[in-house]
């Protein structure tokens, strides 16, 4: 890793700039932190102060500017206004400080950017590495960096005296927040739930270090088990992608995405940009990168407990052990709407919950099922003798006991029984008993000392589950995602093209060009410009034909009467092809008109929409989704970011609705799907190998039982 972030999240020597004596400035609290930390032996560092007009700050000697510093820095913590940090920032280049956290607001976040440009480019010129500006900093349990402004301790106005920002216990959660007070809300709910904390680094306005770089570093951090991230949005969303890609095959990510709701709908030139929402990109970004999306602040916590205490299952099929039927029922309906598997108890296994119903040593009305409901009448012993009798059934990979004390003979040692059944058969099991009462608590906290999570209800303890099964998931995939894109056209003309040409639609026979050049399955075609050439051009290519209008302007051919179909002789051609000029004059689309494709008619097959538009953050998209007509109002559709592997292509396909028609349905056969998941892979071809295209559309592309043809093609340039 490099050293100048080691000497930012583990400084030896730390300074800070702005340290004050007064309550009432952010350095007072920024040093007190930092100070307490080096007095009760968390942090082991050597720390300064510095401020020209303070001798001395809380007992400590100030000193007057960096160069004043008796000994070299690893980091300066800035916390003066930001007018002045341009100023700091060139104390710290001429000290040699090889990181900076920039504590102090008022740059791009209130539209100041030309200031933090401007201390950033100092920044860069010297080799200083800054994280921030305008952030918490680092909070670290481990090694005692604490760079927080808020006070740990305040006072009520009656007088009461609390705890206002606790401090975690060292832990193995790393957290990552864009928002410092979404950050200390954060590390309040860790310290509540008794979870530990390996590290805080607030990312602020991720002017130099930013996210994708701090996911790489705690990734080969052996105190880390999970990185949890809070997104509000990325600068480079590719980046953030193949950093989160590779760091999730050594440890789990999950992140809460904040800003879900959309206000309206890109205007757009193609269906493609206009279907889709920022929020699907960012979901299908993090699934592709390995990081798994969680919806609330409940449901962060929830994956990250789980998947720093559990190594990822096999597979999806659990067993839910229970005292308490409701709470099972509750449970596997949970299980279920995630896509877990709950599968009847095997043969073997059931008999022996039979023989042990016979002989007492279980309740006699235990039922052998999955959910396995030992009844309210067990004890704990009930569950030790139902968990042996269990070890070695086949067909599950995670496990849920729902241990509810509230039952007369349930005691904390079925905490014993669960751990050994945990340690027996290897598999990842989790906990719930249900409740915030005093024994609800002992019970989960007895759990989670045994290294089993616990959660207060039953589909929070499915949930976590889930969570577990879609990370063994990514876990298992032998690729990672890798940003491949071209910064020069593969196809020199696609930029000839745009710059010579006034509207920057690529039109008839241009666009068919480029997609044969991907090997895209086309249909004989030609633009004419007169009713003879569109005759010849029909004879030459065989009955019966399609007519289009070829216009930079129509987007929606069919709307305006510019397409006419199933053509089977001359004199329908020429016939349509008048009208069609009267059509083009009637709505005064001369200056943009390019001519009339005429086209060979496809056999009839199942229309698709696939496509792809360049997103700000995230580059190019590809979309596949039920095409023709009908496209905006089934919204029938699945994305991916490019580039897409023929793997990826086979799982859009098996999203889609139609996915059961495409891959046959009710005795009819099935589609082609080796030529669609062709078209997919190479549509991505043509926008990460040549940057000149914007956006790039195919609705319809007909897929046949065998092979596909497309019909109708829009492409942009950028």
Same mark, same amino acid.
């Given at each position: 890793m490099p050293?100048?972030?080691?000497?930012?999240?583990?400084?030896?020597?730390?300074?800070?700039?702005g340290a004050s004596p007064d309550p009432s400035k952010l350095g007072y609290d920024t040093y007190l932190n930092l100070q307490a930390s080096k007095r009760n032996g968390a942090y082991r560092g050597r720390?300064?102060?510095?401020?020209?007009?303070?001798?001395?700050?809380?007992?400590?000697?100030?000193?007057?500017?960096?160069?004043?510093?008796?000994?070299?820095?690893?980091l300066a913590v800035i916390v003066v206004p930001s007018q002045h940090v341009p100023d700091v920032m060139n104390d710290v280049v001429r000290k040699g400080v090889p990181a900076a956290i920039i504590v102090s607001g008022g740059f791009s976040e209130v539209g100041n950017r030309d200031l933090e440009a401007e201390v950033i480019r100092i920044a860069s010129d010297g080799g200083v590495r800054v994280l921030g500006p305008n952030t918490l900093g680092l909070l670290d349990p481990h090694n005692g960096v604490d760079t927080f402004f808020l006070p740990e301790w305040k006072r009520t106005t009656d007088g009461v005296e609390a705890i206002s920002s606790p401090k975690p216990k060292p832990g193995h959660l790393t957290l990552l927040s864009q928002s410092g007070g979404v950050g200390a809300a954060l590390i309040d709910y860790i310290v509540g739930s008794g979870a530990g904390l390996r590290a805080f680094v607030g990312l602020g306005n991720q002017a130099d270090v930013s996210m994708d770089e701090v996911v790489s570093y705690y990734a080969e951090d052996d105190r880390t088990r999970a990185i949890l991230m =809070?997104?509000?949005?990325?600068?480079? @969303?590719?980046?953030?992608?193949?950093?989160?890609?590779?760091?999730?095959?050594?440890?789990?990510?999950?992140?809460?995405?904040?800003?879900?709701?959309?206000?309206?709908?890109?205007?757009?030139?193609?269906?493609?940009?206009?279907?889709?929402?920022?929020?699907?990109?960012? /979901?299908?970004?993090?699934?592709?990168?390995?990081?798994?999306?969680?919806?609330?602040?409940?449901?962060?916590f929830d994956a990250?407990?789980?998947? /720093?205490?559990?190594? *990822?299952?096999? @597979?999806?099929?659990?067993?839910?052990?229970?005292?308490?039927?409701?709470? @099972?029922?509750?449970?596997?309906?949970?299980?279920?709407?995630?896509?877990?598997?709950?599968? *009847?108890?095997?043969?073997?296994?059931?008999?022996?919950?039979?023989?042990?119903?016979?002989?007492?040593?279980i309740p006699s009305t235990v039922s052998p099922n999955n959910p396995l409901d030992l009844t309210g009448s067990a004890s704990s012993l009930t569950f030790k003798v139902a968990s042996e009798a269990l070890i070695g059934a086949a067909g599950f990979d995670v496990c849920l006991f729902l241990t509810l004390h509230h039952a007369p003979a349930v005691y904390d040692d079925v905490v014993d029984a669960v751990s050994w059944f945990r340690n027996t058969c290897g598999k990842p099991t989790v906990a719930c008993d249900v409740g915030e009462a005093e024994w609800a608590r002992i019970m989960r906290s007895k759990y989670e000392a045994y290294g089993i999570p616990a959660y207060p209800t039953p589909d929070r303890a499915a949930r976590a589950?889930?969570?577990?099964?879609? =990370?063994?998931?990514?876990?298992?995939?032998?690729?990672?995602?890798?940003?491949?894109?071209?910064?020069?056209?593969?196809?020199?003309?696609?930029?000839?093209?745009?710059?010579?040409?006034?509207?920057?639609?690529? =039109?008839? *026979?241009?666009?068919?060009?480029?997609?044969?050049? =991907?090997?895209?399955?086309?249909? *004989?075609?030609?633009?004419?410009?007169?009713?003879?050439?569109?005759?010849?051009?029909?004879?030459?290519?065989?009955?019966?034909?399609?007519m289009k209008v070829v216009a930079t302007t129509v987007s929606h051919k069919t709307d305006v009467g510019g397409v006419s179909l199933g053509l089977r002789d001359s004199i329908e051609v020429r016939r349509r092809f008048g009208a069609m000029m009267a059509m083009v004059d009637r709505l005064g689309l001369?200056?943009?008109?390019?001519?009339?494709?005429?086209?060979?008619?496809?056999?009839?097959?199942?229309?698709?929409?696939?496509?792809?538009?360049?997103?700000p953050f995230f580059g190019p998209i590809v979309t596949l989704g039920a095409g023709g007509t009908y496209t905006e109002l089934l919204r029938d559709y699945t994305l991916r970011v490019a580039p897409v592997t023929p793997s990826d292509a086979d799982q859009m396909m098996k999203e889609l609705r139609i996915s059961r028609v495409l891959e046959g349905y009710r005795g009819m056969p099935g589609y082609d799907l080796e030529c669609l998941r062709n078209v997919i892979v190479q549509l991505s071809s043509v926008m990460i190998e040549n940057p000149s295209v914007a956006q790039l559309e195919i609705n319809p592309f007909l897929l046949h039982r065998s092979g596909g043809a497309v019909i109708d093609a829009k492409v942009l340039l950028r």
């Open positions: 050293s100048s972030l080691r000497c930012l999240f583990d400084p030896k020597s730390i300074a800070v700039v720390l300064y102060a510095v401020n020209p007009r303070h001798k001395e700050v809380l007992g400590d000697t100030c000193h007057p500017d960096l160069s004043s510093v008796p000994d070299e820095l690893d =809070y997104v509000e949005g990325v600068r480079d @969303g590719r980046k953030l992608m193949e950093a989160c890609s590779v760091a999730s095959k050594r440890k789990p990510i999950v992140a809460l995405k904040a800003g879900r709701t959309e206000s309206g709908m890109r205007a757009a030139f193609t269906h493609t940009a206009s279907m889709v929402g920022q929020v699907e990109v960012y /979901s299908m970004a993090f699934r592709q990168g390995g990081v798994i999306e969680a919806s609330t602040i409940e449901e962060l990250g407990k789980a998947l /720093s205490m559990l190594q *990822p299952p096999e @597979g999806d099929r659990a067993l839910i052990i229970t005292n308490g039927g409701g709470a @099972g029922v509750i449970a596997a309906d949970a299980c279920e709407q995630m896509g877990l598997k709950v599968p *009847p108890l095997d043969a073997r296994a059931v008999e022996t919950l039979k023989r042990l119903a016979l002989t007492g040593r589950l889930h969570f577990l099964s879609k =990370y063994g998931q990514y876990r298992s995939r032998p690729e990672t995602w890798r940003d491949t894109q071209s910064q020069r056209d593969r196809l020199p003309w696609l930029a000839e093209f745009s710059s010579r040409e006034r509207d920057r639609a690529l =039109y008839e *026979p241009y666009a068919s060009e480029l997609l044969k050049q =991907y090997g895209l399955p086309l249909l *004989p075609c030609e633009v004419v410009g007169d009713a003879d050439s569109a005759v010849r051009v029909a004879d030459e290519i065989g009955y019966p034909v399609a001369r200056d943009s008109f390019r001519g009339i494709l005429v086209q060979k008619m496809a056999e009839p097959g199942f229309e698709l929409l696939i496509g792809s538009y360049r997103d």
